[in-house]
């Protein structure tokens, strides 16, 4: 179990930061990748703390994680889009164009 779980994170840390940076200008990509390591590394040592100073009991820690995860899975399934860069590549450019109309509506821009 453990394996998956790690697999897993490393997983949503590297894909999450590929699909995020399709949507930001380049000048976003540092501070986007600088503020999500920082967070994800905070967790690490949040957890770390909860353990060494408040209790030993995993569970409750182990439980908050995958609850996480799964609210965060299915709010990626039914809300956002394909990447619009992947779309492009596989020749579905009608898909990407509304998949970039409706993240311009999403920012309040217009064309």
């Not at 990509?29 to 209790?55: E, K, N, P």
């Not at 995860?69 to 709010?75: A, F, K, R, V, Y």
């Not at 809300?79 to 109309?101: D, F, M, Q």
Given at each position: ?111
């Amino acid at each position: 179990m453990q394996l998956l779980i790690g697999a897993a994170a490393s997983g949503r840390t590297a894909l999450g930061f590929l699909y995020a940076i399709e949507f930001l200008t380049p000048e976003w990509h540092t501070i986007f990748g600088t503020v999500l390591m920082f967070f994800d590394s905070l967790s690490i040592v949040i957890v770390t703390t909860y353990y060494w100073a408040i209790s030993n009991q995993y569970f409750y820690v182990t439980i908050i994680g995958p609850v996480i995860g799964l609210i965060g899975l299915i709010g990626m399934v039914f809300y956002l889009p394909e990447s619009p860069l992947w779309l492009l590549k596989t020749n579905k450019g009608e898909e990407a164009r509304l998949g970039i109309t409706r993240i311009i509506r999403i920012n309040g821009a217009s064309v």
